[in-house]
């Protein structure tokens, strides 16, 4: 089997000259707080604040400047209930191109009408009786439509490693960089931009304990699957690695960690309370990852992805609540 040609920092870089001016370059934050706290110093890339409240929306741009004449006028077609569906809509909003997305019928209605507030036409299906990926494939074949699948996909991974390019590009070098990861698009983008632009820097990713499919296949050395996790972080509640993210992570990660649930309400507490920062759960396993292994880190200079701050204010509120 011929391996899949993978992206490098080359279209990374092409990736940031099709989003500039286009995509947000996004602040870094510090907290003096938790450098006191850990003895390390520690910047945030607060992805939170890109367009549409999460780094999605590099990548599904990147992929959608690049599609053909042909392609634009048929459309394109995405499945998520998450950030991706609205990283999608509002890049086609802005590129005029028609956006079709699939959502479970019973995703949170806000999520909805954000997705249509962008303008795409929102398919709801039955999750527990429909194949989304049959039939996001049969509206790809029936309208001509092209997919764009949220991570294992060349351009979207180019487009995610924007966001550690412009990190380098501001703070420097790094001993380490701490970025969550579901299907590992943003961690391998992250890998290639790490590579080329601070070679020593040791990179992690940090997935939810209950759904450590990408732990388990680094140790194994090929994809796990496992069943939908159970877990607050719904933007990593992915089953798999894909080829071309898997492929990049084995070649280049230090590690992959861990972080349970209360891991990560302590840290949305903490952005809230203390960098006044809304981080959805997922958001938040950079930092929850990072004060699991904090010991290792004293002395240094370690930067986080925030990667998203797309989270229900009630739902919010009620999870910074209860953890007090
Ligand atoms: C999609 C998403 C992730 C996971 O990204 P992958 O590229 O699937 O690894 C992490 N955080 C947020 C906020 C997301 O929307």
């Known amino acids: 089997m011929t391996q899949p040609a993978l992206p490098t920092f080359a279209d990374v870089e092409a990736a940031a000259a099709r989003l500039r001016g286009v995509s947000h370059k996004t602040p870094v934050l510090t907290s003096t707080t938790l450098n006191d706290l850990l003895g390390a110093e520690v910047y945030f890339k607060a992805e939170s604040l890109q367009r549409m409240g999460a780094f999605k929306f590099r990548g599904a741009y990147n992929a959608l400047a690049q599609f053909s004449p042909e392609q634009r006028r048929a459309g394109v077609v995405a499945f998520s209930s998450g950030n991706h569906a609205q990283g999608v809509a509002l890049a086609a909003r802005i590129l005029g191109i028609p956006a079709t997305i699939l959502m479970p019928s019973d995703a949170p209605a806000m999520k909805i009408a954000a997705t249509r507030g962008y303008g795409a036409n929102v398919v709801t299906y039955d999750r527990y009786k429909e194949d989304r990926e049959a039939l996001g494939r049969k509206l790809a074949e029936d309208g001509g439509l092209t997919l764009v699948p949220p991570y294992d996909h060349f351009d979207v991974i180019a487009g995610q490693g924007t966001a550690a390019k412009e990190l380098f590009e501001e703070v420097g070098a790094l001993d380490a960089l701490f970025a969550p990861l579901g299907g590992g698009g943003l961690l391998s983008g992250t890998l290639l931009s790490a590579k080329a632009l601070a070679p020593q820097c040791q990179v992690f ?74 981080v959805e759960p997922t958001g938040c396993l950079g930092l929850a990852g990072l004060k699991t292994v904090a010991e290792q880190w004293r002395g240094k200079r370690v930067g986080i992805i925030i990667s998203g701050g797309n989270v229900d204010l009630a739902r919010y509120a009620q999870l910074v609540a209860d953890s007090a």
């Open 205 to 278: 990713g940090v997935e939810p304990e209950a759904g450590n499919d990408a732990q388990q296949s680094l140790r194994k050395g090929s994809i796990v699957h496992i069943d939908t996790p159970v877990t607050l972080a719904d933007g990593a509640q992915t089953q798999h690695l894909g080829n071309l993210t898997f492929a990049i992570i084995q070649r280049d990660v230090t590690d992959i960690l861990t972080a349970t649930d209360a891991e990560l309400v302590e840290a949305m507490r903490f952005f809230g309370s203390r960098m006044k920062q809304v």
